[in-house]
């Protein structure tokens, strides 16, 4: 059961102490009232208050040392305070310290639970702001991005090192639709200097020439037809962060005349502006497109080309790191478990194998994609028939899938499954035994025990 918030009152006069714990307890608020505000502050460090409402003239320490003290404490705290209407100056002097709010004695009941009511919510905001800034350093940390093979590893060498030198540098992140470009973009971005600032992401490809330009550079009232108003375009919308152009191969030849400007002198003119104006935000882009074929096609400028690519990032199909895809099937159970409130489940050796086998031309994404659909309508593990059709066929039409038979034509055993599930891990970690032992989830003592029964050592 959630429990009601908690107002701490500082006021040092016992008959407007009363009034105000009788008005607040009735609005369902618990109260803890103090005739000074060294009691106040003392419970304040103990208790989980949700707003402090203080008197500003009291007999030893006053309201705005209380404001201070509480500050100090917290900075996110919210505090009311009370004044008579001839004190307004130190009203305005308690808001500058940081006070949520004033209220002036006397004063209309209504009126005071609205600026609680009102604290509440912006504590909540708060909040929500606070978890939010925890899921996205959670999700967009370095840990988030899954795998152990040599050419991701690589990826990750980069990304460290432009996230944490110098935040100007524009970047291209390369790579085939759901490969993760764009978290990659993100994890540059929250683990930078930037981090506190915007992170502002656009498609390039998902918009007309005309609309991209508007929201990329902004438009003035009256600019064009339907510009009723000015626009600030996402160049400076995301000033002080970072700007990711997805897709950057896919704009046009106008466009990108526009953009080399943007690029080279961090500066846009508004459409139906005179002035330029200046920005600062890091500008990533990323393409599943290959750019060197687009320039020496004509399609792409070759001078806008080199601006943007002053470090290149190369992300690699799924298909090239098959040794990951052990790693990311867990990784997507963990997270589809939790998402649906349900226990993990672990994988049939049949499944994982064709999980590694599958060519995954939709790469992580699809891989995702197929694990979420394989949890849900499988029971206790997931097994081969709980995978998409397409994974499913794709092996049974494979050199890989037609070694689910043996010889002579009959299925083999699960025990024979798991026996080459096993070498062919061995053989995608170099035969790496701890690595093996950690795509395959087991611990390495029992793998030696399986590579033991089948005389491999």
Request: proline share 3%; glycine share 6%.
């Amino acid at each position: 059961m959630k429990t009601s918030p908690l107002i701490l009152i500082a006021e040092d006069e016992e008959l407007m102490r009363t009034i105000l714990t009788h008005l607040l307890e009735e609005a369902g608020f618990r109260v803890m009232a103090f005739a000074s505000a060294e009691e106040a502050i003392e419970h304040f460090a103990a208790e989980d208050v949700s707003v402090t409402l203080t008197d500003i003239r009291m007999t030893g320490m006053d309201g705005l040392t209380l404001l201070d003290r509480i500050k100090d404490l917290d900075s996110e705290a919210l505090v009311v305070v009370m004044t008579v209407y001839s004190s307004v100056d130190s009203a305005v002097a308690a808001l500058r310290k940081g006070a949520y709010d004033y209220i002036t004695k006397p004063f209309v009941n209504e009126d005071l639970l609205q600026s609680v009511r009102n604290a509440i919510r912006q504590r909540e905001l708060f909040r929500e702001n606070r978890l939010l800034r925890r899921e996205l350093n959670r999700r967009f940390s370095f840990s988030e991005i899954i795998g152990t093979s040599e050419s991701l590893q690589s990826v990750f060498r980069v990304v460290e090192k432009v996230a944490n030198t110098n935040t100007n540098t524009n970047i291209l992140i390369q790579g085939e639709s759901g490969t993760g470009k764009e978290l990659i973009a993100r994890a540059i971005h929250h683990n930078s200097a930037r981090a506190d600032k915007p992170f502002v992401a656009i498609n390039c490809g998902a918009l007309p020439e005309n609309l991209l330009e508007s929201e990329l550079f902004g438009h003035t009232k009256g600019a064009f037809t339907g510009a009723i108003a000015n626009k600030t375009g996402l160049f400076r919308a995301a000033e002080g962060g970072t700007i990711l152009l997805d897709e950057i191969g896919e704009v046009s030849a106008g466009v990108q005349v526009r953009l080399l400007r943007a690029v080279q002198e961090h500066e846009v003119t508004p459409i139906g502006a005179t002035a330029a104006v200046k920005f600062d935000a890091r500008i990533v882009s990323a393409t599943n497109r290959d750019m060197e074929r687009e320039v020496a096609e004509g399609c792409f400028r070759e001078d806008l080309y080199y601006r943007l690519n002053i470090i290149e990032i190369y992300l690699p199909p799924l298909r090239e790191r098959r040794e990951d895809i052990p790693l990311l099937a867990r990784h997507f159970v963990s997270r589809t478990a939790e998402e649906q409130n349900q226990s993990e489940k672990t994988f049939e050796p049949a499944a994982m194998s064709a999980l590694i086998n599958h060519r995954w031309h939709g790469n992580v994404r699809e891989l995702q994609n197929a694990v979420e659909r394989a949890f849900t309508l499988s029971a206790a593990t997931i097994d081969l028939e709980s995978l998409p059709p397409r994974v499913r066929e794709a092996t049974a039409h494979t050199g890989n899938a037609a070694a689910l038979r043996d010889p002579d034509g009959l299925r083999p055993t699960l025990a024979e499954i798991e026996r080459r599930y096993i070498f062919e891990t061995l053989a995608a970690a170099n035969q790496d035994k701890t690595r093996a032992a950690n795509i395959l989830g087991i611990d390495l003592s029992t793998l030696y025990r399986k590579l033991k029964r089948y005389d491999a050592i």
